[in-house]
C-alpha cells in the first residue's frame, strides 16, 4: 500500500529502479553491438565469396576462346547457366548480337538499365521486385561480358541473422529486466523494510529493535549499527530520567526541611523563642547544602556543551587548589607537585577534578589524619594522586560511588554533609580528556584517587 503512495519521483531515485534501467541500457547496447558486428563479418565475408565465384567465371568465361555468337551460345549453355543458376550472363558481340545465358538472364538484362545501386556496396544491384545481384564485367576482343550472380540467398542469410539478433536482444532485455528488477527488489527490500521499522519505532519501547537481514552485508552491517546506537540512546536517556527524578528527590529534601522550620518558628517563635536559633542552624545547613547541590547540578549541565582547548599549566592549577583548600584543612598535608606540567583543557575542569577530590580527602579523614597530593608525569602519562588515611571505601562500593547522587552508607552520610555527585563530575570530566581514574585502598588505611592523563607534551624540554 505504501509503495503504491510513493511518487514517480520517488520511484525513479529508488535502488531498484535506477540498477535496473542502468543494466537494461548495458545490456540492450552490448547485444546490439554484437549483433550489428556478426551481421557485419557474416555480410563481408558473405560479400567477398560472391565476389571470388564472380571473378572465377569471369576467368573461365574470358579462357573459353568463344568469339563468335555460336561460340558464346555454346559456352552458356552448361548446366552452371540453366534458368535456376545463380549466374546470369549477357554477351554483347561487336556485331551487335545479343547471347544471355538463360531465359531468366535475358529478363533481367532488359531491365537492366533501371537496376538502382547498394548504397553500401556499389557493385550490388537491386531489381524493381528488390532481388539483389552481385555485378560485373569485362571486355575482351570488342566483346562485352556482364555477369549477374543472384545474392538472394546470402540477403536471406543476413535477414535471418538480423531477425534472429532483434529476437536475442528482446529476449535478453526481457529477461535481463526481470533478473535485474527481482535481484535489485531484494536489494533495497531490505531498505524500504529498515526505513518502514525506523518509523514505526519507539525509543521508550526497549524492546523494539530492526530487523537483521541475512544479506546484503552493508544493509546488515547498518541494522546491527543502529540497533547498537539504539541501544546506547536508550541507556542514555535512561540515565537521564534518572537523573531527573534523583536530582529533584535530592532538592526536595532540603527544601522540605527548611519549610518544615520556617514553620516553626511561625508557630511557636514566639512562644518558645529558644527554637529559633536551632532551626536557622537547619535552615542555615540546609539552604548551604542547596546551594552546593545546584552548583553541581549546574556544572553536569554545563559538561555536555562545547569548550575552549587552550594549552595549561596543570602544576600551577593543582598548586592553586591546594593553596585554596589547605587554609580550611584541618589535616596535615603532604605536597609533591613536579613543575611544567602542561595539559590542552579548560582550567575550570582541572581545577573541578582537583578539589573535588581533595574535599572529600578532607571530608571523609579525621581531623588527625593525614593528606597526601603528588603530580607527576613520565614519557607517556600524567599522574595526580590524592591520598588520604580516612575512613576508605569498601571494595564493592568502589564502582558505584562514581554514579550520580551515590553515597556509601547511608547513616555517615548524614553526619558528613554531601551530594553524591561530585564523583560523578570527576570522572566525566577525566573521560572528557581520555583520562582514567582509579580508587585503591591506601596503607595502612584510607583511600588513593589516581588520575591519570595521556602525556601530550612529552619530551617537550627536550626540544626547546
Ligand atoms: P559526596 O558529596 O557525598 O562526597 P561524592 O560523589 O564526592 O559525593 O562521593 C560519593 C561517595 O563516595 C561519598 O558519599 C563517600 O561515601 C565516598 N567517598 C568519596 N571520597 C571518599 C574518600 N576520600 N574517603 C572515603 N569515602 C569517600
Redesign the pocket.
Known amino acids: 500500500m505504501k509503495n503504491n503512495k510513493r511518487t514517480l519521483n520517488q520511484r525513479k531515485n529508488t535502488t531498484q529502479f535506477q540498477l535496473t534501467i542502468r543494466f537494461i541500457g548495458l545490456l540492450t547496447s552490448a547485444v546490439l553491438i554484437l549483433s550489428i558486428a556478426i551481421m557485419g563479418i557474416t555480410a563481408a565475408e558473405l560479400y567477398e565469396s560472391t565476389e571470388k565465384q564472380a571473378h572465377l567465371l569471369e576467368d573461365s568465361l574470358k579462357n573459353s576462346g568463344a568469339k563468335e555468337a555460336k561460340d558464346w551460345q555454346k559456352v552458356l549453355v552448361k548446366d552452371t547457366f540453366s534458368d535456376d543458376s545463380l549466374y546470369l550472363i549477357h554477351v554483347q558481340l561487336n556485331s551487335g548480337e545479343v547471347v544471355y545465358s538463360s531465359e531468366d538472364a535475358k529478363e533481367i538484362f532488359q531491365e537492366f538499365p533501371q537496376l538502382k545501386q547498394f548504397i553500401l556496396f556499389d557493385r550490388i544491384l537491386w531489381t524493381s521486385e528488390v532481388e539483389p545481384y552481385y555485378y560485373t564485367s569485362f571486355q575482351k576482343d570488342e566483346t562485352k561480358v556482364t555477369i549477374l550472380v543472384d545474392m538472394e540467398n546470402q540477403f536471406e542469410l543476413i535477414g535471418r541473422i538480423f531477425s534472429l539478433t532483434i529476437f536475442i536482444t528482446l529476449a535478453v532485455i526481457a529477461l535481463g529486466s526481470l533478473v535485474t528488477y527481482r535481484f535489485s527488489k531484494k536489494l533495497s527490500g531490505s531498505l524500504v523494510v529498515m526505513d518502514e521499522e525506523i518509523n514505526q519505532l519507539k525509543v521508550s519501547d526497549s524492546k523494539q529493535q530492526l530487523t537483521v537481514p541475512k544479506t546484503p552485508q552493508e544493509v546488515q552491517n547498518i541494522s546491527k549499527s543502529f540497533n547498537q546506537l539504539l541501544v546506547k540512546q536508550r541507556m542514555y536517556l535512561k540515565r537521564e530520567q534518572q537523573f531527573v527524578t534523583d536530582a529533584s528527590h535530592e532538592l526536595r529534601t532540603p527544601i522540605a526541611a527548611i519549610r518544615g522550620h520556617v514553620n516553626l518558628i511561625k508557630r511557636r517563635g514566639k512562644s518558645h523563642p529558644q527554637v529559633i536559633p536551632t532551626s536557622l542552624d537547619y535552615i542555615d545547613k540546609e539552604s548551604k547544602r542547596l546551594e552546593i547541590l545546584v552548583e553541581k547540578l549546574l556544572l553536569l549541565g554545563r559538561l555536555d556543551t562545547q569548550f575552549n582547548m587552550e594549552q595549561l599549566d596543570l602544576s600551577l592549577i593543582i598548586q592553586q587548589t591546594v593553596d585554596e583548600l589547605n587554609v580550611m584543612m584541618p589535616q596535615d598535608i603532604t605536597i609533591t607537585i613536579e613543575t611544567g606540567i602542561f595539559v590542552e583543557g579548560q582550567a575550570e575542569h582541572f581545577y573541578q577534578i582537583a578539589r573535588?577530590l581533595l574535599e572529600?580527602?578532607m571530608?571523609?579523614t579525621d581531623t588527625s589524619g593525614t593528606i597526601t597530593v603528588r603530580l607527576f608525569s613520565d614519557e607517556d602519562t600524567i599522574q595526580l594522586l590524592i591520598e588520604?588515611s580516612?575512613?576508605?571505601?569498601p571494595d564493592e562500593e568502589k564502582t558505584k560511588?562514581f554514579e550520580r547522587f551515590?553515597?556509601?552508607?547511608q547513616s555517615h552520610?548524614s553526619e558528613i554533609s554531601?551530594?553524591?555527585?561530585?564523583?560523578?563530575i570527576v570522572k566525566e570530566l577525566v573521560e572528557k580528556y581520555q583520562g582514567k581514574i582509579n580508587v585503591t585502598d591506601a596503607s595502612p588505611k584510607g583511600?588513593r584517587f589516581t588520575v591519570e592523563f595521556i602525556n601530550t607534551h612529552k619530551n617537550e624540554d627536550f626540544f626547546i
Open positions: 573535588n572529600n580527602a571530608k571523609y588520604d580516612g575512613m576508605g571505601i560511588i551515590y553515597r556509601v552508607d552520610s554531601g551530594t553524591g555527585i561530585g564523583l560523578s583511600t
